[in-house]
C-alpha cells in the first residue's frame, strides 16, 4: 500500500440550513445517478479537462462540459434544470428566481448523431452556464437531465459545484499517530481562514466536506472545527480525518478495437457489436505491492484513430468481459467492477458471478471506447 498514493480535496464553506421538496420532477436522488438504461457514458467535468470534478467559481469565465449518449431507438425531447442545495445535498429553501438567471426549464439542443459505429446512438453536449440558464449564488447544485413529453421522466442526476473564493484553506497530509495505519492511511490537517467573511458561530455556521479523487461514497462530511479563533478555524483532529491509501487501480484501454493493447486477450467483431476479452487478473491481495501511475478510478473516452473533438461520436460501443482468477468463491463478500464509471456505487449489472468450471469470477459490460480505471 502507499501512503502519498491518492489525492485528497477539501471543499469548505458556509451554508444556511434549511429543507424543502422539489416537487416538479419527481422520483430523483440529489446524488449522480442514471435512472435511465438505455442512458450511456455521461461525463461532468470542466471544459477541456475530461479528469477534473464538476467546481466552478462564480463569475468564472471558463464552463462545464456535460456529454452523454442515448442508445434508444428514437430522438426524444431532453431537457435540463438545476436545483440549488444545502451542505448536505438536501434542497435548498431558494426558489429558481433566486439563484438561476434566465429559464429554469431548458430544451437540450446540441446533439449528433453516432457515425462509422455498430452501435447505434445519439450523443448529447452542453455547456454550463449558456445563454438559457447561468446561476447568482455559490453552492451545491444538482442538474437534472429529464425527458419531457406530458410527464417529467428524470434521465439521470450529477452533483456540481459553484465556488465563491471568500476563504483560503491550507491543507497538511501527515501520518497517523496510529503506528500500525502509519504506512497504509493518509491523515489530513487543515486550516480555514475567513477574514473577508462575517462568521458568527463558526461552529454551526462552517461544515468542511473532505473528498478523496471526488468520491462522494467515502467523503467525510459536516466535519465541525477543533478550534476556533477570531479569524481561522482550525480542524486538526487524530484519527478522525483519515482514509486508506488503497492500492492502485486496475485499467481498461479499449481506444482501440482494431489492436490489442496490453491485458487484452481477443476483439471480435459480430454483425453488431464489438466483444472484447480481457485477460484474468489475479487477486493481488497478498502480492507484493507495485506503484505505478493510475487516474484514481476515473475515465475518459478517446478514439486512437479518430480526432478527440469527434471521439463523443465516432468511439464505438463494446461489450467488455472482465475475469478474476480465484479457485474458490470468497465465503464472506460478493465482488463488484468499481470506479467513476459505476458513479462510486456498488451496482448489480457491474457484480461478478462465480464460475466453479472456470476457476475464476466474470462479468459483461457494455462500454464506450476509451480508457478506464
Given at each position: ?9 477539501i471543499v469548505?464553506?458556509?451554508f ?9 420532477i419527481e422520483g430523483?436522488?440529489?446524488?449522480d ?7 450511456h457514458?455521461?461525463?461532468f ?17 471558463s464552463?462545464l462540459s456535460l456529454?452523454f449518449?442515448?442508445l434508444?431507438?428514437?430522438l426524444r425531447?431532453?431537457?435540463y434544470?438545476?436545483?440549488h442545495c444545502n451542505?448536505d445535498w438536501?434542497p435548498s ?5 433566486e439563484?438561476?438567471e434566465g429559464?429554469?426549464?431548458n430544451?437540450?439542443?446540441v446533439?449528433n448523431?453516432?457515425s462509422n ?7 448529447y ?8 440558464l447561468s446561476w ?7 442538474l437534472v437531465?429529464y425527458e419531457?413529453e406530458?410527464?417529467?421522466?428524470p434521465l ?6 459553484v ?6 484553506i491550507h491543507?497538511t497530509?501527515?501520518?497517523?499517530v ?10 489530513l490537517?487543515?486550516t480555514?481562514f475567513?477574514?473577508e467573511?462575517s ?8 461544515k468542511?466536506t473532505v473528498?478523496?479523487?471526488a468520491r462522494w461514497?467515502n467523503?467525510i462530511?459536516?466535519i465541525?472545527p477543533f478550534?476556533?479563533?477570531?479569524d ?12 486508506p491509501?488503497?492500492?492502485?487501480y486496475r485499467f481498461?484501454?479499449?481506444?482501440s478495437?482494431l ?11 459480430f454483425?453488431?457489436v464489438?466483444?472484447v476479452?480481457?485477460r484474468?487478473?489475479?487477486?493481488r491481495?497478498f ?11 476515473h475515465?475518459?473516452?478517446e478514439n ?8 463523443d461520436i465516432?468511439?464505438?460501443y ?6 478474476l482468477?480465484?479457485n474458490?468463491?470468497?465465503?464472506d463478500g460478493d465482488i463488484y467492477l468499481?470506479g467513476?464509471m459505476t458513479?462510486?456505487q456498488i ?6 458471478s ?5 476457476g475464476?469470477y466474470?462479468t459483461?459490460?457494455?462500454l464506450?471506447?476509451g480508457?478506464y480505471?
Open positions: 500500500m502507499t501512503f502519498f498514493g491518492k489525492k485528497i480535496l469548505s464553506g458556509l444556511l440550513f434549511f429543507s424543502m421538496s422539489y416537487g416538479q430523483i436522488a440529489y446524488e445517478k442514471i435512472y435511465a438504461d438505455d442512458i457514458t455521461v461525463t467535468h470542466l471544459t477541456g479537462f475530461p479528469l477534473t470534478q464538476p467546481i466552478i467559481d462564480l463569475g468564472a469565465t464552463t456529454s449518449d442515448d434508444g431507438d428514437d425531447n431532453i431537457y434544470t438545476i436545483i451542505a438536501t429553501v431558494l426558489s429558481p428566481l439563484y438561476i429559464f429554469d426549464e430544451l437540450l439542443e446533439y448523431f453516432s459505429t455498430l452501435t447505434e446512438f445519439t450523443n453536449q452542453l455547456q454550463l452556464p449558456n445563454d438559457q447568482t449564488k455559490s453552492g451545491n447544485y444538482v437531465v419531457n406530458g410527464e417529467k421522466v439521470f442526476t450529477r452533483r456540481f459545484m465556488s465563491d473564493p471568500l476563504v483560503r491543507p497530509l501527515t501520518r497517523p496510529d503506528v500500525e495505519k502509519a504506512r497504509t492511511v493518509q491523515e490537517d487543515f480555514v475567513y477574514e467573511l462568521v458568527r458561530d463558526p461552529m454551526r455556521e462552517i468542511a473528498m478523496q479523487n461514497d467523503a462530511e459536516g465541525p478550534a476556533m479563533y477570531s481561522k478555524v482550525v480542524y486538526d483532529y487524530q484519527d478522525k480525518i483519515t482514509f491509501a488503497g492500492k492502485e481498461v484501454d479499449i481506444r478495437l489492436s490489442k493493447s496490453e491485458g487484452i486477450l481477443a476483439i471480435e467483431e454483425d453488431d464489438y466483444e476479452t480481457l484474468p487478473v489475479p487477486v491481495a502480492r507484493p505491492y507495485l506503484f505505478f501511475k493510475d487516474i484514481n478510478g475515465f475518459y473516452i486512437s484513430f479518430e480526432p478527440r473533438e469527434i471521439a465516432r468511439s464505438d463494446a461489450w467488455v468481459v472482465f475475469s482468477e480465484k474458490m468463491p470468497f465465503e468499481f467513476k458513479d462510486w451496482q448489480e449489472k457491474f457484480k461478478l462465480y464460475s466453479e468450471k472456470l475464476m466474470a459483461e459490460i457494455f464506450k471506447q480508457f480505471n
